[in-house]
């Protein structure tokens, strides 16, 4: 297994602008304009196409993937008659060109820039017909995609570039509250989680024996090594949070660990900062020596046929689930159908959502602005 660079694990500029509206691939999600249009709390929506379908692995294409739908779509499939119109047209690409929040992390997992090995795929994507018979329609639209693989523990535990500190004093840390300096819950369990999934795969302790130790993301370090490193203003570290990997890689943050039952109860880690929002999109189990993992995060996409056929595949077997349906009135999200199907980890999932919903607006605007025009 190829070592992963110093004090990074790559991800991409986040939050990439908006861009104007097309239809397939839609998420519920998308279109919530009230208050009272809650993803958890509102009426359940009513179920009207399932499929399933295997993707040809997936190819880079730019700064995205795109991922063939196999021969044999429509042999198991009951296909909307619009969809398979634009299936058997060639448009059978599904090409993911932004990331939402830390999802480009998907880039370097698929690069086989970090640790996390994929073994299976899965894509899935979900339509409210609602949007349709309103006129509402999107150029991108968001789809979650799914990693999955295992490693050996030791693997983890090298090539996180977790360090503990010897000898260091805790009482110089100066005016800075770490992970608490967080402006919003959802940032504070999502890089919270970070935290917690790293240290117990450097640690080996993922399971609920972890509950004997608590991890404290209570500052951040920069420096270009252990001897050097330096506390930094919260603001500094926060800001880099949505900036490039390369930009984020001097920043590590630093960790206090608590173990009630163990001499010294109080021991020091540092983590790379990409490793953190990384692993925030993780979650694991252990069995058999190994740590098997998954990863989650949105996408931008839509379907179509690139003008030259992407060639530089990674093989994989993609499961590809589409869904549509039909949320009631004032029930933008719908509720339940749509928490159950889609169940992301990713910053809590509730952020990822939001930033779903505020390039919605923004690309209703655009296409009023034209029209104006």
Same mark, same amino acid.
């Given at each position: 297994?190829?070592?992963?660079?110093?004090?990074?694990?790559?991800?991409?500029?986040?939050?990439?602008?908006?861009?104007?509206?097309?239809?397939?691939?839609?998420?519920?999600?998308?279109?919530?304009?009230?208050?009272?249009?809650?993803?958890?709390?509102?009426?359940?929506?009513?179920?009207?196409?399932?499929?399933?379908?295997?993707?040809?692995?997936?190819?880079?294409?730019?700064?995205?993937?795109?991922?063939?739908?196999?021969?044999?779509?429509?042999?198991?499939?009951?296909?909307?008659?619009?969809?398979?119109?634009?299936?058997?047209?060639?448009?059978?690409?599904? @090409?993911?060109?932004?990331?939402?929040?830390?999802?480009?992390?998907?880039?370097?997992?698929?690069?086989?820039?970090?640790?996390?090995?994929?073994?299976?795929?899965?894509?899935?994507?979900?339509?409210?017909?609602?949007?349709?018979?309103?006129?509402?329609?999107?150029?991108?639209?968001?789809?979650?995609?799914?990693?999955?693989?295992?490693?050996?523990?030791?693997?983890?535990?090298?090539?996180?570039?977790?360090?503990?500190?010897?000898? =260091?004093?805790?009482?110089?840390?100066?005016?800075?509250?770490?992970?608490?300096?967080?402006?919003?819950?959802?940032?504070?369990?999502?890089?919270?989680?970070?935290?917690?999934?790293?240290?117990?795969?450097?640690?080996?302790?993922?399971?609920?024996?972890?509950?004997?130790?608590?991890?404290? =993301?209570?500052?951040?370090?920069?420096?270009?090594?252990?001897?050097?490193?330096?506390?930094?203003?919260?603001?500094?570290?926060?800001?880099?949070?949505?900036?490039?990997?390369?930009?984020?890689?001097?920043?590590?943050?630093?960790?206090?660990?608590?173990?009630?039952?163990?001499?010294?109860? @109080?021991?020091?880690?540092?983590?790379?900062?990409?490793?953190?929002?990384?692993?925030?999109?993780?979650?694991?189990?252990?069995?058999?020596?190994?740590?098997?993992?998954?990863?989650?995060?949105?996408?931008?996409?839509?379907?179509?046929?690139?003008?030259?056929?992407?060639?530089?595949?990674?093989?994989?077997?993609?499961?590809?689930?589409?869904?549509?349906?039909?949320?009631?009135?004032?029930?933008?999200?719908?509720?339940?159908?749509?928490?159950? =199907?889609?169940?992301?980890?990713?910053?809590?999932?509730?952020?990822?959502?939001?930033?779903?919903?505020?390039?919605?607006?923004?690309?209703?605007?655009?296409?009023?602005?034209?029209?104006?025009?």
């Amino acid at each position: 297994m190829a070592a992963v660079p110093r004090n990074a694990i790559p991800d991409s500029s986040l939050l990439a602008l908006s861009r104007l509206a097309f239809i397939p691939l839609l998420l519920a999600a998308t279109f919530g304009c009230r208050k009272d249009d809650d993803l958890y709390y509102a009426d359940a929506a009513k179920p009207l196409v399932y499929m399933e379908v295997e993707g040809e692995g997936i190819a880079r294409l730019g700064d995205g993937f795109a991922i063939r739908i196999a021969d044999g779509y429509d042999a198991t499939n009951k296909i909307p008659a619009k969809l398979k119109k634009r299936l058997d047209a060639g448009q059978r690409w599904i @090409v993911l060109k932004e990331p939402i929040v830390f999802s480009g992390a998907a880039r370097w997992i698929l690069a086989g820039r970090t640790p996390f090995k994929v073994t299976s795929a899965s894509l899935m994507s979900a339509h409210d017909q609602r949007d349709d018979s309103e006129g509402k329609k999107m150029p991108l639209a968001p789809a979650l995609l799914v990693l999955k693989g295992s490693l050996p523990a030791k693997a983890a535990q090298d090539e996180l570039l977790i360090s503990r500190l010897r000898d =260091f004093d805790g009482s110089s840390l100066g005016d800075v509250r770490g992970i608490k300096a967080l402006k919003t819950e959802t940032d504070r369990v999502a890089v919270g989680r970070g935290v917690e999934t790293a240290m117990g795969l450097a640690t080996g302790r993922v399971d609920n024996s972890s509950g004997q130790s608590s991890y404290d =993301f209570v500052a951040a370090l920069k420096g270009d090594s252990v001897d050097n490193f330096v506390v930094v203003p919260d603001a500094e570290w926060i800001a880099a949070i949505d900036k490039t990997a390369e930009e984020r890689r001097p920043y590590r943050a630093l960790i206090r660990r608590y173990r009630s039952s163990v001499e010294p109860r @109080v021991t020091w880690f540092t983590v790379p900062l990409n490793v953190v929002l990384l692993c925030s999109q993780i979650t694991v189990e252990p069995s058999g020596g190994r740590f098997h993992w998954t990863w989650e995060g949105f996408w931008m996409g839509k379907l179509m046929k690139p003008a030259t056929a992407p060639t530089d595949n990674i093989a994989l077997r993609v499961r590809i689930v589409y869904q549509e349906y039909e949320s009631r009135k004032r029930r933008r999200r719908g509720g339940d159908y749509l928490s159950s =199907f889609f169940d992301p980890v990713t910053r809590s999932g509730k952020t990822a959502l939001e930033e779903i919903a505020r390039r919605t607006a923004n690309a209703a605007r655009a296409k009023e602005s034209t029209k104006e025009d």
